[in-house]
């Protein structure tokens, strides 16, 4: 079973080389996806020094088009048995992926790292009421048990979620795929993670993005 590891990376030059290391010591069958996301800093140079290794796969676009852009386009370039999303900034630790990969074996046809199931360190009370109200609203619009719709780690099986299915450009694209499992009759198996926010004046998600997920979980809902 081969595994396609995606991580989107945008301005992430003081982690990007960290979750390189460490995704590629998984000693599984792999390839790894980094998605250059129109970075200005060092992001890219330090992707190049991974190059000589065979399962990286880099990418690179111009101009910054947003995380779930990003994203897509990696789905459209992975060739594993299953998909998972790595985030470049180490907010989730790259040894929870095993775990993960574990439910995919035994059945289960996607798996979300949880982190309210797990456990966290640092999240503000600000971002945690907004993941909170999002997985409440998940619940209540799918009738679905999920008690963190936002996490950034979630995998699952190919074809499983249709990247040519997905619009989303930024980061509403964590409800768009959670809406495409759910609304395919597939459920959605969760296992507890360790998670360790970032400073909050380095957060990339704002606010505003919190409001914009819950538009478009109604959106999907709806459509």
Known sequence: MKLSILIPAYNEEK???????????????????????????GTGRIIKKFASNPELVPMRIEKNVGKGHAIREAMAKATGDVIVIQDADLEYPPEEIPKMLKEIRSGADAVYGSRFKGKINGMSLTNRIGNLGLSLATRLLYNVDISDVETGYKMFRRGVVDWRKLRADNFEIEPEITAQIVRSGRSIREIPIDYFARPTGEKKIRMKDGFIALKWLVKCRFE
Do not use: C, F
């Not at 390839?31 to 970075?39: L, R």
């Open 15 to 41: 982690m990007v080389g960290e979750v390189l290391k460490r995704v590629l010591a998984l000693p599984l069958k792999k390839e790894v996806i980094v998605v250059d996301n129109g970075s200005v800093d």
